[in-house]
Each structure stands twice: as C-alpha cells, then as structure tokens.
C-alpha cells in the first residue's frame, strides 16, 4: 500500500496538480524552464516539486545538457492511467486554462521542438505583454 499513499501525498498540493495538469495535457516532455514560466513561480519552487512527483512515480526526467525535461513516465504505474484520466477531465478553471495557455505561448519559443530560452527569458516576456494587450 505505501506507493500508492506516496502517490496521493504528492498529489496533495496545489502546484503539483498544476505540473501534472500541464504534462498531461501537453504529451510531450516539458522543460523546467517552460513550466516555470507557465505557472510563474519560481524555479526552485518548481524544481522542489518536480522532485516529489518524480519521487512518487508521477514523472519521469530526461537531461540534454544543461536542459531537464520533465514527462509521464512512459511505462506508468497501473493507478496513474486512471488519475490521468481524472486529471483531464476534471481538473478545469481559469488557474489550469490560464496554466495551459502560458504554456502553448512558452512553446512557441522552441526551436526545431527544443527549449532553447531559460526561464524569465525577455523573449516571453514581450510575448505575455501582447497577448495581454489584445484582451
């Protein structure tokens, strides 16, 4: 029993949720970076909880250089398909929405599909301040 009440602590935690809201949703590895700037909070504190999920089984990491992304681990355990599934299809809201579109916009920024910007990057910057101007 103990993996699995490993699983739900991680699970436990408002940030965490919004991590695993974006990997789930995105389908492909994210950088570190990328979910920085796509929840706004600080690396560390993203980092930390990364780490927890990671620990727990929720994801998976993957190093290219200096570059960590982050991913659902592509054999997950039998209990993660279905918080998955509850994942997509409960988990909505302006916090998830506002999360997502952060996230596409960070994406955008790749270059042949890679992160290629860290995060705070003025690049992105410029980019949130035009969206925001067209709302």
């Excluded at 955008?108 to 990057?121: A, H, T």
Aim: proline share 6%.
């Amino acid at each position: 029993m103990k993996p699995e009440v490993e699983l739900f602590k991680a699970l436990s935690d408002e940030t965490r949720i919004r991590v695993m809201k974006l990997l789930v949703n995105c389908k492909k590895p994210i950088c570190v970076c990328e979910i920085v700037d796509s929840l706004q909070l600080p690396q560390y504190l993203v980092s930390r909880h990364l780490n927890i999920l990671k620990r727990a089984g929720l994801v998976e990491d993957s190093r290219e250089g200096t570059w960590v992304s982050y991913s659902i681990p592509r054999q997950p355990i039998p209990l993660l398909h279905q918080l998955i599934k509850g994942i997509q299809e409960c988990l909505k809201g302006p916090v998830f929405d506002e999360d997502c579109q952060r996230l596409k916009l960070r994406l955008s920024l790749r270059k042949n599909g890679r992160c290629v910007i860290g995060y705070n990057n003025p690049k992105f910057s410029k980019l949130m301040k035009k969206i925001i101007r067209k709302r």
